[in-house]
């Protein structure tokens, strides 16, 4: 029997990065939220730095769906299906994966929202790849600023801005787009690792900064500073320090007594009325099935399950899935590719130990169109990124650089002596949706209460495969300049799942080819919006996290000052 609860205002479904955002300005306006997350309140308690649990276990300790519905992947129709992820990338928790995310927070770049037109302009348009369904955003950088800066400040970023309404500034990004003010915090402190690679970078003539990062450079809200303890990568912060939602925008919206927040909710489908408006949400907790009715409903979980839950919502309005009437659901799908990464062997201790992975410095010269594309093969770019980040178990699986045995005594000299020598880099590299590379339901694989879980169907075309040895070539120029004895190239790798995952819901004008329209609502079903990176509609060569959260705000804002003609 399902237990059919009191009607809400809105239902967000996912309280992680997005959704974790949007109930904040909703919650403001007067708004009746209620907030439906698969996973649990963790505490700074549940925070241990342990590189076993978090880092191999995948914090066990926590109520994890996704990781009992890890996404399949095989790189075309007609490819053998990949060996499944022991773990999903992503996390369920009231916060989601900013809970234990690395925390850098860009910005995309200009370039990015408008890459059909700006490539056609300066390059031709036989320059955007055959098959990429690339289009140009309906939006534009100076749309999203002023939610880029609200979210900023709401969550509590530090960093170093490089253009500041367009005076430029050298310590910063200086290719970055016109920001309103400087970050709340200064950046993270450097370290001689950090420094080193810097000055390397000025000596070759290009221009190293820190990156952002929603990190406390200084106390904060209440919230203390970064104690630099180092186990940020896939680790909770005992102090806070890192801003998840669950510590910043959640709260507050609590305290206005207007959000209510449902943990360990499996939502299993968005069900519709007889006019094929979104009319309420079924979930399932300790064993019982629940049905919460809303006005209006926001899909806030992340790209796989985005996707997974609109497909999996069939009805006679929509047979093909929840707005799918024009079979755009799933496509478009992207990921970054930062797998093809490059190692480093220096001649001397580089004391990289603990740290955190947003303390580091970046390189963006070779990012985006922010230099001239028209002797190569690629369109797009790469942003070049080290840190100061090194844990135990990390430094025991170190490349041997093919001086030493991977096993064995000799293997163990030279881990000894060597741990310390050794740094990898961080390569975020942009890439386009192609026609081939799509997301759908698996015919065979299910979840534990029997639906299907998503599936991958994508590989890296020639476009992202020409640009990965470009970016190998600019990283392992810097490490040599910085003094490394060795390097190796890492693979590129696959298309499976990620933590970077764009596409699947996207944002368009067009309902021809996209799924929401400029302000995240679903062309379909008008009382349905879409938040995250699934709405993106290209993955620039930055992490989207910001980016996705600027979005939902901006999608809640035009909710809280459009509701009479959305909700009814």
């Given at each position: 029997?399902?237990?059919?609860?009191?009607?809400?205002?809105?239902?967000?479904?996912?309280?992680?990065?997005?959704?974790?955002?949007?109930?904040?300005?909703?919650?403001?306006?007067?708004?009746?939220?209620?907030?439906?997350?698969?996973?649990?309140?963790?505490?700074?308690?549940?925070?241990?730095?342990?590189?076993?649990?978090?880092?191999?276990?995948?914090?066990?300790?926590?109520?994890?769906?996704?990781?009992?519905?890890?996404?399949?992947?095989?790189?075309?129709?007609?490819?053998?299906?990949?060996?499944?992820?022991?773990?999903?990338?992503?996390?369920?928790?009231?916060?989601?994966?900013?809970?234990?995310?690395?925390?850098?927070?860009?910005?995309?770049?200009?370039?990015?929202?408008k890459v059909v037109s700006e490539t056609t302009k300066r390059y031709g348009e036989?320059?955007?790849?055959?098959?990429?369904?690339?289009?140009?955003?309906?939006?534009?950088?100076?749309?999203?600023?002023?939610?880029?800066?609200?979210?900023?400040?709401?969550?509590?970023?530090?960093?170093?801005?490089?253009?500041?309404?367009?005076?430029?500034?050298?310590?910063?990004?200086?290719?970055?787009?016109?920001?309103?003010?400087?970050?709340?915090?200064?950046?993270?402190?450097?370290?001689?690792?950090?420094?080193?690679?810097?000055?390397?970078?000025?000596?070759?003539?290009?221009?190293?900064?820190?990156?952002?990062?929603?990190?406390?450079?200084?106390?904060?809200?209440?919230?203390?500073?970064?104690?630099?303890?180092?186990?940020?990568?896939?680790?909770?912060?005992?102090?806070?320090?890192?801003?998840?939602?669950?510590?910043?925008?959640?709260?507050?919206?609590?305290?206005?007594?207007?959000?209510?927040?449902?943990?360990?909710?499996?939502?299993?489908?968005?069900?519709?009325?007889?006019?094929?408006?979104?009319?309420?949400?079924?979930?399932?907790?300790?064993?019982?099935?629940?049905?919460?009715?809303?006005?209006?409903?926001?899909?806030?979980?992340?790209?796989?399950?985005?996707?997974?839950?609109?497909?999996?919502?069939?009805?006679?309005?929509?047979?093909?899935?929840?707005?799918?009437?024009?079979?755009?659901?799933?496509?478009?799908?992207?990921?970054?590719?930062?797998?093809?990464?490059?190692?480093?062997?220096?001649?001397h201790a580089l004391n990289r130990w603990y740290g955190l992975p947003a303390q580091?410095?970046?390189?963006?010269?070779?990012?985006?169109?922010?230099?001239?594309?028209?002797?190569?093969?690629?369109?797009?770019?790469?942003?070049?990124?080290?840190?100061?980040?090194?844990?135990?178990?990390?430094?025991?699986?170190?490349?041997?650089?093919?001086?030493?045995?991977?096993?064995?005594?000799?293997?163990?000299?030279?881990?000894?002596?060597?741990?310390?020598?050794?740094?990898?880099?961080?390569?975020?590299?942009?890439?386009?949706?192609?026609?081939?590379?799509?997301?759908?339901?698996?015919?065979?694989?299910?979840?534990?209460?029997?639906?299907?879980?998503?599936?991958?169907?994508?590989?890296?075309?020639?476009?992202?495969?020409?640009?990965?040895?470009?970016?190998?070539?600019?990283?392992?120029?810097?490490?040599?300049?910085?003094?490394?004895?060795?390097?190796?190239?890492?693979?590129?790798?696959?298309?499976?799942?990620?933590?970077?995952?764009?596409?699947?819901?996207?944002?368009?004008?067009?309902?021809?080819?996209?799924?929401?329209?400029?302000?995240?609502?679903?062309h379909e079903v008008p009382n349905l919006g879409l938040l995250g990176a699934s709405?993106?509609?290209?993955?620039?060569?930055?992490?989207?996290?910001?980016?996705?959260?600027?979005?939902?705000?901006?999608?809640?804002?035009?909710?809280?000052?459009?509701?009479?003609?959305?909700?009814?």
């Amino acid at each position: 029997m399902t237990i059919r609860l009191n009607k809400t205002d809105v239902a967000v479904i996912g309280l992680g990065g997005v959704g974790g955002v949007a109930v904040l300005p909703l919650a403001e306006a007067g708004m009746e939220v209620v907030g439906l997350e698969a996973g649990t309140w963790l505490s700074p308690r549940d925070f241990a730095p342990d590189e076993l649990r978090n880092e191999v276990h995948g914090w066990p300790q926590s109520v994890q769906k996704a990781n009992r519905e890890i996404p399949v992947h095989r790189a075309t129709e007609s490819s053998p299906e990949s060996p499944r992820m022991n773990l999903h990338p992503m996390m369920n928790a009231v916060g989601g994966t900013t809970m234990h995310w690395w925390a850098q927070s860009w910005r995309l770049n200009p370039w990015d929202f408008k890459v059909v037109s700006e490539t056609t302009k300066r390059y031709g348009e036989s320059r955007i790849p055959a098959g990429s369904t690339v289009e140009d955003w309906p939006i534009q950088l100076e749309d999203l600023e002023k939610y880029y800066d609200r979210v900023e400040r709401e969550i509590g970023v530090s960093g170093q801005a490089g253009n500041v309404n367009g005076i430029i500034d050298q310590r910063g990004n200086i290719f970055e787009g016109p920001r309103s003010r400087d970050y709340p915090m200064p950046p993270l402190r450097g370290t001689g690792f950090t420094e080193m690679l810097g000055d390397a970078g000025r000596r070759l003539g290009w221009n190293p900064f820190p990156g952002p990062a929603a990190i406390n450079t200084q106390t904060y809200e209440g919230r203390s500073p970064c104690l630099y303890h180092g186990f940020c990568h896939r680790g909770g912060c005992h102090v806070e320090a890192k801003n998840s939602t669950a510590v910043s925008t959640i709260p507050k919206a609590q305290e206005t007594g207007n959000l209510r927040v449902v943990t360990e909710a499996h939502v299993t489908s968005i069900n519709v009325d007889n006019e094929g408006r979104a009319c309420s949400v079924q979930y399932f907790k300790d064993g019982k099935a629940y049905l919460q009715p809303a006005d209006v409903v926001l899909l806030a979980g992340y790209t796989y399950e985005n996707v997974r839950l609109l497909l999996l919502s069939k009805s006679g309005a929509f047979p093909q899935g929840l707005s799918n009437n024009h079979g755009q659901v799933g496509r478009h799908y992207m990921t970054h590719n930062t797998t093809a990464g490059v190692l480093a062997l220096f001649p001397h201790a580089l004391n990289r130990w603990y740290g955190l992975p947003a303390q580091g410095v970046a390189i963006d010269n070779w990012a985006d169109d922010n230099f001239d594309h028209t002797d190569v093969d690629f369109i797009g770019g790469g942003n070049l990124w080290v840190y100061s980040d090194r844990r135990p178990i990390t430094a025991a699986l170190m490349n041997t650089f093919n001086m030493a045995p991977r096993w064995g005594s000799d293997w163990k000299a030279f881990v000894m002596h060597n741990a310390d020598r050794w740094t990898n880099s961080y390569l975020q590299k942009s890439t386009l949706p192609y026609a081939e590379n799509y997301l759908d339901l698996h015919p065979t694989e299910k979840d534990p209460l029997g639906f299907p879980v998503c599936r991958i169907t994508a590989d890296f075309k020639k476009n992202e495969r020409n640009l990965a040895l470009f970016i190998q070539d600019k990283m392992e120029q810097w490490f040599l300049e910085a003094g490394a004895i060795a390097t190796v190239r890492q693979p590129i790798g696959t298309m499976g799942p990620s933590t970077h995952a764009y596409g699947g819901t996207r944002m368009g004008d067009d309902q021809e080819t996209n799924v929401v329209n400029r302000w995240g609502f679903s062309h379909e079903v008008p009382n349905l919006g879409l938040l995250g990176a699934s709405v993106m509609g290209t993955s620039g060569a930055h992490n989207p996290t910001l980016t996705a959260q600027a979005l939902a705000w901006r999608t809640a804002d035009y909710l809280v000052n459009n509701w009479a003609a959305i909700s009814s």
